[in-house]
């Protein structure tokens, strides 16, 4: 079984297409539940960021290597130390985006590691927004780079507070020292990468090609609805297959077949979503699984594999309906 990230402010839920766009459910990892900080340290100001002291790393220099990490000499600062140890060329992170990263993290006063995705061999996937991970987090990756390693010292109030974290070991007076290596980061501008695939059946919606964050568009025909699901590429990316288990993160649109109208996006929320395909309408599920990361999906779901006769409650959707989506799949989970 895969160990819990200690990381996490908060459990995740995790947002099901039968809510139909509501924001407040949305999965903010993979992870499973995990210990909450104090409301003190939720409820802390932003700190004041300086670079020092931070620990030597000894050994594992290289990106993406298992850092060492020596003890903390004297008392850490009481502010956040940020320092960018190798400096990346890519995105730069924002705050609300979704980060890919491998990280470690030790007590500043006895080096004791309590966690590290290194060994795990499974990079951390989270939100840096508040309630999702400890806001030394959330504030110190803000600006870094993709492709960059950062370490920091996070005092109590930006970490677990005073009560600390007893599943790891932590004590309510302890500074945290992390090293990050910052994979990838994604925000509500991200689209689907890959080549075009021709959409030559005149019976299907077609679907844009566009990959400036906006929403691509979705053009019905005037023809009867498919009695069978299609789930079709738009764009192929290269990435790993979907797994019918995975949780994956995208960008989606929402159509009914009958007159095209839009009942639900990311796009016009301005926010990303994540969800497990085993937590999804089975059309999503089944469409969804063994196509790539990175491309964009055009899914068409029959009423016996969307909502039947019991579509959500204010939706606008109406009883046996076809669907419509363009799915952007930015990244499993």
Known sequence: MRRRSLLLAVPAGLVTLA??????????????????????????????IVDGPLPAITAGTKFGEKPTVAKGSGDPSKDLAVKTVIAGGGQSVAENDFVVAHYLGQVWATAKVFDNSYDRKTPLFIQL????????????????????RVEMAVPPTWGYGKQ???????????????????????????????????QNDANLPKVGTNTDGKAPSIDVPKTKAPTKLVADYVI????????????????????????????????????????????????????????KVGSRVLIVIPPALGYGDNPPSGSGIQKDSTLVFTVDILAKM
């Open 236 to 291: 192929e990316g290269d990435g790993d297959e979907v797994k019918a288990d995975s949780t994956v993160l995208v960008q989606y649109k929402g159509v009914v077949w009958d007159g095209g109208k839009e009942f639900d996006s990311t796009y016009s929320r301005g926010q990303l979503t994540s969800f497990s395909l085993q937590q999804v309408v089975k059309g999503w599920g089944q469409g969804l699984t063994g196509k």
């Open 129 to 148: 927004a508040q309630g999702s991970i400890i806001d030394g987090w959330r504030y110190g990756l803000v600006g870094k780079k993709v492709g960059s």
């Open 164 to 198: 600390g974290n007893t599943q790891a070991g932590i004590k309510g007076t302890d500074t945290l020292v992390f090293v990050i290596d910052i994979e990838n980061t994604f925000n509500a501008k991200s689209s689907a990468k890959g080549k075009n695939v021709p």
């Open 19 to 48: 809510g139909c766009g509501d924001d407040n459910k949305s999965d903010q990892a993979k992870s499973s539940s995990s210990p909450s900080p104090s409301a003190s340290a939720s409820s802390a100001p932003p700190p004041k």
